[in-house]
């Protein structure tokens, strides 16, 4: 197991550039998501990892050796691909003892090692099996056995379950955790669906046209982004532009309660960032006490035991407005058209200025 | 499946009878004795002919050496063109298509310009096995460019580097067994052209099984049928062996279930 480190990391294709001079440490047996749109420049940098691409600048340290130079096969590093990617002419056990097989581990050594992993991931079962005789999730299985089987420094996942069903892709995902921990290997994930690395990693790294904008803890990332597009890409949030005013955010002629607000110089351009969590509502009685907004009720979404509710503010000339999450029973009293007042805690915005 | 129509069968016999109509022909003429007598004569007489065996020895030799030539050299090519310079297909594809637009006997001309060495190729019949190389190169591109496409090659050969293999062992333990359907029409399409071809052996005067059928053609029409239909069977059977041989632990190549 190994620490990773990419230091000044750069590159660059036909003068457009994917990756702008990136720095990233991977603590060892941490396993850490890069998250962001497509074409942020996620996949380039862990193939630069892998050794697949070269960098036109910087280096790649595993364990403190710089392994810039070396090739793929020489890296150790064991690689899972989106696309199931198994050797078809091969049974479940012989595709993962081919990396043992042409690192010349003994045969015996080869088959026992194949069989202790596909028993970790469930297949002990299968191993007899093509790949075609395999679901999508089992094939997926069998390559992370594969990966594991030349006892890889480092595991490299480039987006392992995006071509699997829903629920198939939340079971494997649990697995991959807790294969990860068993192992203790350090993990490099690479996603862009924000569920899928808030719930499964040590720290989650955003990124977009090439730079990383925030490595953190995902509680941490959820709750403090540290800037627009982290707070825009991680999950939902009303989106509220103004001005800051007395420990408040003026947006047209609303004051919206906002204690972040603070943190920023009167006047100041700043963005609100309110979760639908945030925010309860309550039936309109007539008049709008402080601390409180009105607004009519617009669409709602319903998700089982959630249902969130779009809110269109009042007094308010643009169409911008607020979501609030409530429990579904609680959500059917408000019905479309209808007027509510909207609270939330001060402390539940995130201002984060616009400079 | 909806069921062959009475217009359905119609075409096929058609098709049936306007492939295997001159063979059984040939058959028939091949067994003709004369004065309304069949029987195994021309065959018999063809056998006691003493270059037979030799001028089929040479042909089959052919074919293999072409066929491994072909293994050894486009393979390895194509592997690489689609892994590091998919940019070159163009050019792959025009080469490969060359040799159907220029004439044999123009090859034939050129050849001899071209390739005047080494000595110790020069002076056998293997020196067929260069232009036969070409005029394979079309069918066997075709057959394995297929395979290849069917392949997610780039990310197995990414697969096999993560795990520590080189390209020399990527190719002979993934690909190659991968390949096996593309192959095995690669080289039924290549033994096919090499039984047949006449142009190349009789003008660099090598005597192989198809300039052999036509000397015996000249002087003896019956023993030609009968070579023709030995010539055949030859080619068959050594095309179910080929696909018998592919057959055997074949390969699926189709997704997850």
Not at chain 1, 204 to 232: C, H, T
Request: net charge neutral; hydrophobic share 50%.
């Amino acid at each position: 197991m190994a620490t990773i480190q990419a230091r000044g990391v750069s590159k660059s294709y036909s003068g457009k550039t994917v990756l702008a001079k990136l720095d990233l440490t991977m603590g060892d047996g941490e396993l850490v998501c890069l998250l962001g749109p497509s074409g942020c420049g996620k996949t380039t940098l862990l193939r630069i990892i892998a050794g697949f691409i070269t960098p036109d600048a910087g280096q790649v340290l595993v364990a403190g050796q710089d392994v810039t130079p070396l090739p793929p096969s020489a890296r150790r590093m064991g690689m899972v691909f989106q696309s199931y990617s198994l050797f078809p002419n091969m049974t479940a056990r012989d595709n993962v003892r081919f990396g043992p097989r042409v690192g010349g581990v003994p045969a015996a050594e080869q088959i026992s090692r194949a069989d202790r992993l596909l028993e970790m991931v469930g297949l002990a079962a299968h191993k007899d099996k093509y790949p075609h005789q395999m679901s999508g999730g089992q094939q997926q299985r069998v390559a992370l056995a594969r990966a594991l089987a030349v006892q890889p420094q480092v595991l490299l996942l480039d987006e392992p379950l995006s071509a699997l069903d829903a629920k198939v892709r939340a079971q494997l995902r649990d697995e991959i955790r807790r294969i990860q921990r068993e192992t203790g290997v350090t993990t490099v994930l690479v996603t862009h669906d924000q569920e899928e690395a808030l719930s499964i990693s040590d720290r989650v790294a955003v990124m977009n046209e090439g730079r990383l904008l925030q490595v953190a803890s995902p509680a941490q990332i959820y709750r403090e982004p540290a800037d627009g597009f982290v707070a825009r890409f991680i999950g939902a949030a009303a989106v509220l532009s103004g001005v800051t005013e007395d420990g408040a955010v003026r947006v047209g002629n609303l004051i919206l309660q906002a204690d972040g607000a603070r943190q920023h110089a009167g006047g100041q351009p700043v963005d609100l960032f309110l979760r639908p969590e945030h925010v309860r509502l309550e039936k309109m009685n007539g008049h709008i006490p402080p601390g409180a907004v009105g607004a009519d009720v617009g669409d709602t979404t319903f998700f089982g035991s959630l249902t969130r509710i779009r809110l269109k503010l009042h007094d308010h000339a643009d169409s911008a407005g607020l979501w609030a999450d409530l429990p579904s029973e609680q959500a059917e009293q408000f019905v479309a058209g209808s007027r509510v007042l909207a609270r939330w805690d001060a402390s539940a915005p995130r201002v984060i200025s616009r400079n | 499946m909806k069921r062959l129509g009475t217009g359905g069968w119609v075409i096929l016999a058609l098709a049936a009878i306007y492939f295997i109509g001159p063979l059984v022909l040939t058959v028939i003429f091949s067994m003709w004795e004369g004065r309304g007598h069949y029987g195994f004569d021309s065959y018999v007489t063809l056998l006691q002919r003493p270059n037979i065996v030799s001028s089929l020895v040479i042909s089959v030799e052919l074919s293999l050496a072409t066929c491994a030539a072909l293994v050894v050299l486009l393979v390895p090519a194509m592997v690489f063109m689609n892994l590091y310079a998919p940019k070159l297909r163009p050019v792959f594809e025009f080469i490969a298509a060359l040799p159907f637009v220029v004439p044999a006997i123009a090859l034939v001309a050129g050849l001899s310009a071209l390739f005047t060495g080494p000595e110790w190729l020069i002076g056998t019949p293997f020196y067929l096995v260069i232009p036969y190389f070409f005029l394979a190169l079309p069918y066997a591109y075709r057959a394995i460019d297929v395979g290849i496409r069917a392949l997610d090659l780039a990310t197995l050969t990414e697969a096999g580097l993560s795990l520590g293999a080189d390209l020399g062992q990527i190719i002979r333990l993934v690909v190659l067994p991968n390949l096996r359907t593309a192959l095995v029409g690669s080289t039924l399409l290549t033994l096919a052209v090499v039984m047949g071809e006449f142009t190349f052996a009789n003008v660099l005067l090598f005597h192989t099984f198809a300039v052999l059928i036509n000397e015996v053609g000249q002087n003896a029409p019956t023993e030609a049928a009968a070579l023709s239909t030995l010539s055949f069977l030859i080619t068959w059977l050594a095309m179910a062996g080929v696909l018998l041989a592919g057959r055997r632990g074949g390969v699926q190549l189709s997704g997850a279930r």
